[in-house]
């Protein structure tokens, strides 16, 4: 039996979180820009990101909405009863979290 690779790394915003005893999710904003012709072009793509266990419960009070965070995870197929159709999800296996930039302006103030 092979493994196949199933690795993804995700930068961007946190836009909503979800919080249960053994599982956080949340929605992760991931904006990229290209240009087309003259035009810079913003195009923005929203993926539903979950992590358990330990993971969860050491990310739970910093995953706020308007966070930085970067996400390695893996991708996995989910069938919601609700709809017919197939969603990915991402299911966070490492989680850094960017300073908000409170802290900077904290250091800043005390220097």
């Known amino acids: 039996m092979t493994n196949n690779l199933n690795s993804v790394i995700l930068e961007g915003t946190v836009t909503t979180t ?30 539903t990101v979950v992590a358990y266990g330990r993971l969860a419960e050491s990310t739970r009070d910093i995953l706020e909405v308007g966070r ?23 299911v966070a296996e490492h989680i850094e979290v960017k300073p908000d930039g409170k802290e900077e302006e904290d250091a800043e103030e005390e220097t």
Not at 24 to 35: A, D, Q
Not at 74 to 89: A, D, G, I
């Open 18 to 47: 979800a919080k249960a005893d053994d599982q956080t999710s949340f929605y992760l904003s991931v904006i990229r820009y290209y240009i087309a012709g003259e035009e810079t072009v913003k195009e923005e793509s929203v993926f």
């Open 68 to 90: 930085v965070v970067r996400v390695v995870g893996r991708l996995r197929s989910v069938q919601y009863v609700s709809s017919p159709y197939p969603s990915v999800e991402l």
